[in-house]
């Protein structure tokens, strides 16, 4: 008869109460009430996750080939600039050597050298001094857009209140033609109530005046800072602009001995006994024999590096084999790199796992009303195993609302107290209105009389005084257990 109240999947949650497979607990609720179901597609999630997961890694994988392959076709592309320079600068190098042999042009191009570092040098110079000088500017600038607003602010104050004098004049000049006439429909650049007298129309339009007069006293107030200010700013921007203007006349001026420098020395080359062109060579740029040949062994070394990729310059074929790869690997690959969406599967298997939160959530609340009365509380926390394969539960304690610990460490009264009304827990939360208890429910190791009937006499009291908990019967089935004491408002039936 036991049997047939008893809940296997139950007994399997006792297995190992510090980390329990969720499939446990769904099974439990499916034991219980078809209602729970939907729980069933819970761990789906993660069966998706790792889908999709595994998706992603193949996706980066294509990412990282197709980066790959770029890079190849870059260096491919960089080798071949290096190596147009390196012939560049050897042709620079030779020109330079001829240059020497002519005192004419060593001369010229000693010149031109100092010409090129004292134009390097005023433009780096520029650049440290123009941050600080458009700084300057902004601020002076900032000062005469402030005057000029404050003086036109003032201008149009100082109208207004002539235009304030200008309309008590005219009330006046009515008051003195004809006291009794108060025509308010008269061309008034004011809004005044129409039952107001002249009088106080004309004391309304002083206050006014006034009012605007002691703003164009705060504006002048101002203004005169501002100016004054300004003043005393302004010979610190004027050295700021001097010093700006004056190293821009500079490098105007190296630049046009530079091109001047560059033409007569163009004039003097013999093109043709050099056999070589010259146009992708800037005299501008015409430098030491030590300067040229550092360019040629940077060039050389940047070569070497690329050349250890097993890149040949002459040959494009590697590139066209890697991009054919590339292609090949896409198409082939095309099922695992796309993410088919199921919106109504992914719907069902997040609003599953959202069902069983909350149960567990709930179960955990319910459980915990027990636990206050040996100074437990009760942690359900869901995880992923180690190998990111399942879901668990990792059940967990804090006692006396400090001290952290698990099922295994509990006192024996303290572990059947918590499977006891884990049981009773689960029955609540499925709304069993004949809750049905019984010692041959739990393991052997657990059916210890005297904690069993200290967790009995701590819960009933509470089923009484929870509001929640008042239309639920408990029923106790004992077998092979003395009672050495009653419990209180437990009716006892003995079966022989």
């Given amino acids: 008869m036991i049997r047939n109240f008893k809940n296997n999947s139950f007994s399997e949650i006792l297995l190992d109460l510090k980390f329990i497979p969720v499939e446990r607990f769904i099974k439990m609720y499916q034991k219980q009430s078809i209602d729970y179901s939907l729980c069933e597609k819970a ?3 993660l069966i998706l996750f790792n889908k999709y997961r595994n998706i992603i ?7 990282s ?9 870059i260096l491919q592309y960089k080798l071949n600039l290096i190596l147009k320079s390196k012939e560049n600068f050897l042709n620079e190098l030779e020109i330079r050597r001829e240059f020497q042999k002519s005192s004419d042009f060593a001369a010229s191009s000693d010149l031109l050298n100092k010409l090129n570092e004292s134009l390097v040098l005023n433009k780096k110079k520029l650049e440290y001094l123009k941050e600080d000088y458009f700084k300057q500017k902004n601020r002076i600038d900032q000062f005469k857009i402030t005057l000029n607003n404050l003086r036109l602010k003032v201008e149009e104050l100082t109208k207004q209140k002539k235009e304030y004098f200008s309309k008590i004049n005219k009330i006046t000049r009515e008051m003195g033609g004809n006291s009794n006439n108060q025509d308010h429909k008269s061309e008034d650049i004011l809004e005044f109530d129409e039952n107001l007298t002249n009088a106080q ?32 700013f302004k010979p ?13 006349e500079m490098i105007e001026l190296d630049e046009k001995k530079i091109s001047e420098l ?78 088919n969406k199921n919106i109504g599967e992914l719907k069902g298997v997040f609003k599953a796992y959202q069902k069983f939160e909350i149960l567990v959530d709930e179960l955990e609340s319910i459980i915990n009303k027990f636990l206050v009365e040996v100074n ?34 509990l006192t024996t009264p303290e572990k059947v107290f918590f499977v006891i009304i884990l049981y009773i827990s689960f029955e609540l939360q499925i709304d069993k209105h004949n809750i049905i208890f019984s010692n041959l429910f739990i393991p052997v190791k657990f059916n210890k009389a005297g904690s069993i009937f200290r967790t009995i006499r701590k819960i009933i009291p509470i089923f ?33």
Wanted: net charge positive; with cysteine; hydrophobic share 35%.
């Fill in 43 to 45: 761990p789906k999630m």
């Fill in 236 to 248: 610190l921007f004027e050295t700021y602009e001097q010093d700006y203007q004056k190293i821009i």
């Fill in 57 to 63: 890694i193949r996706n980066i994988e294509t990412v």
């Fill in 201 to 232: 129309r004309i004391r309304a339009l002083q206050k006014r005046a006034r009012e605007t007069q002691n703003e164009i006293n705060r504006i002048n107030s101002r203004f005169s800072k501002t100016k004054l200010k300004y003043e005393e």
């Fill in 262 to 339: 560059e033409s007569k020395l163009d004039s003097k080359i013999n093109l043709s006994r050099n056999s070589m062109p010259l146009d992708n060579i800037k005299l501008q740029s015409i430098r030491t024999i030590q300067e040229i040949e550092n360019d040629i062994k940077e060039a050389d070394s940047e070569i070497k590096d690329i050349s250890f990729h097993g890149i040949d310059p002459k040959n494009f074929n590697k590139c066209t084999n890697k991009i054919k790869e590339f292609d090949k690997s896409l198409i082939d690959n095309e099922s695992k790199i796309k993410i």
């Fill in 464 to 496: 009484e005084k929870e509001k929640n908990f008042g239309e639920f019967n408990l029923i106790f089935i004992f077998s092979n257990l003395e009672m050495k004491k009653e419990v209180k408002n437990l009716k006892i039936i003995k079966i022989q």
């Fill in 65 to 73: 080939q197709y980066t790959q392959t770029i890079e190849f076709l």
């Fill in 376 to 409: 437990l509380k009760a942690s359900f926390r869901l995880l992923l195993s180690k190998d990111n394969q399942k879901f668990i539960i990792e059940l967990s304690f804090i006692r006396n609302n400090k001290e952290s610990t698990d099922f295994n460490e």
